[in-house]
């Protein structure tokens, strides 16, 4: 079946404090990987697109990368104007993409 | 462009009454798509359309009802409103498979009273 797992569902960091989300999936067929993020009271906003293993995208203090099992999004130095939800997504060639639950972070000044 | 558009923002419905949601995208996209979104739970599919005149099931559709007459627009009914179905929900577009991603609407959160 498949799958989409994000991890941690929450997290903490103090301005400046870098760390990595995970995005962990398990499709038949891999047509791309999309990153959004999702700031309360709205609708989630694209941040990225990844189809194969080794791919990079960066966005400011942003970073997505892709494996054949998993996508990490990075976040260098965040700022309290990071904090939002960030949530994963993958096309396995269906009509409809499947979403994980996302990651809740808190940037903390 | 206005991108995709959600009517209205906020609604409160007693139990048994209806309801419409009214989607409408201004980029020509071919899919559009049906959300609920609840804590924990994440983005629930509820039904979704690949073309005008075309509408499937989801994850969780019962209770629910869509219709795609015209291409830019996509309705979400709801014939008689329950507490359970009191959410926030997203409306989504994208012009095809593969490289596009989704444009989502700013949402509509429902609370049945």
């Known amino acids: 079946e498949d799958q989409v797992t994000q991890s941690p569902e929450a997290l903490r960091l103090q301005e400046g404090e870098s760390s990595s989300l995970n995005c962990s999936y398990t499709?038949?067929?891999?047509?791309?990987l999309f990153w959004y993020r999702q700031d309360p009271g709205k609708g989630p906003e694209f941040l990225f697109t990844?189809?194969?293993a080794g791919e990079e995208k960066e966005k400011e203090r942003l970073k997505a990368t892709l494996t054949k099992k998993e996508s990490f999004l990075h976040i260098t130095a965040p700022k309290p104007e990071d904090s939002a939800t960030y949530l994963c997504?993958?096309?396995?060639?269906?009509?409809?993409?499947?979403f994980g639950t996302g990651t809740r972070l808190k940037v903390l000044a | 462009n206005a991108g995709v558009t959600q009517t209205p923002k906020f609604r409160v419905l007693k139990t048994g009454q209806s309801m419409t949601l009214l989607c409408a995208q201004d980029?020509?996209?071919?899919?559009m798509y049906w959300y609920r979104q609840d804590p924990g739970m994440g983005l629930r599919l509820i039904h979704y359309?690949?073309?005008?005149?075309?509408?499937a099931k989801g994850e969780v559709p019962d209770g629910y009802n869509v219709s795609r007459l015209k291409k830019q627009n996509f309705l979400l009914g709801l014939e008689s409103a329950a507490p359970s179905q009191t959410s926030v929900y997203f409306c989504?577009?994208?012009?095809?498979?593969?490289?596009?991603?989704?444009?989502f609407g700013s949402g509509t959160r429902l609370t049945v009273v």
């Open positions: 997504a993958v096309d396995p060639g269906t009509y409809k993409y499947i």
């Open positions: 990844l189809y194969s």
């Open positions: 989504a577009s994208r012009r095809g498979t593969g490289y596009y991603g989704y444009t």
């Open positions: 980029m020509n996209h071919e899919y």
């Open positions: 359309s690949v073309g005008e005149g075309t509408t």
């Open positions: 499709v038949s067929g891999l047509r791309g």
